[in-house]
Nanobody, 115 residues
Framework: VQLQACGGGLGQAGGSLRLSCAASGAFFKAMGWFRQAPGKQRELVAVFTLSGSPNYADSVKDRFTISRDRAKNTVYLQMNSLKPEDTAVYFC????????????WGQGTQVTVSS
């Protein structure tokens, strides 16, 4: 079981970036994105919950969109209207079971937004 994240990089304020996370070995109903900025705790950005509904952090609502391609077993994060405060390492994560919490993590990918 593996999560492979890619995308990210350097973006400008007001611009867009897209992250993708491909899962191999299993399909995870609850899957999505977290981020950790320097000196801060890791926080939820956007996830698909066990019910299949998306859940967003207030700070990214109306700017970020999470989507998934079931055929490719991939979850995407479209990030629009980027802000410098979106700068962080973004992690893809999934729940291996309804009672596990987010226990499967991909490698982080750096997103840096310049002003």
């Amino acid at each position: 079981v593996q999560l492979q994240a890619c995308g990210g990089g350097l973006g400008q304020a007001g611009g867009s970036l897209r992250l993708s996370c491909a899962a191999s070995g299993a399909f995870f109903k609850a899957m999505g994105w977290f981020r950790q900025a320097p000196g801060k705790q890791r926080e939820l950005v956007a996830v698909f919950t066990l019910s299949g509904s998306p859940n967003y952090a207030d700070s990214v609502k109306d700017r970020f969109t999470i989507s998934r391609d079931r055929a490719k077993n991939t979850v995407y994060l479209q990030m629009n209207s980027l802000k410098p405060e979106d700068t962080a390492v973004y992690f893809c994560a999934a729940q291996s079971s309804p009672f596990s919490g987010y226990d499967i993590w991909g490698q982080g990918t750096q997103v840096t937004v310049s002003s």
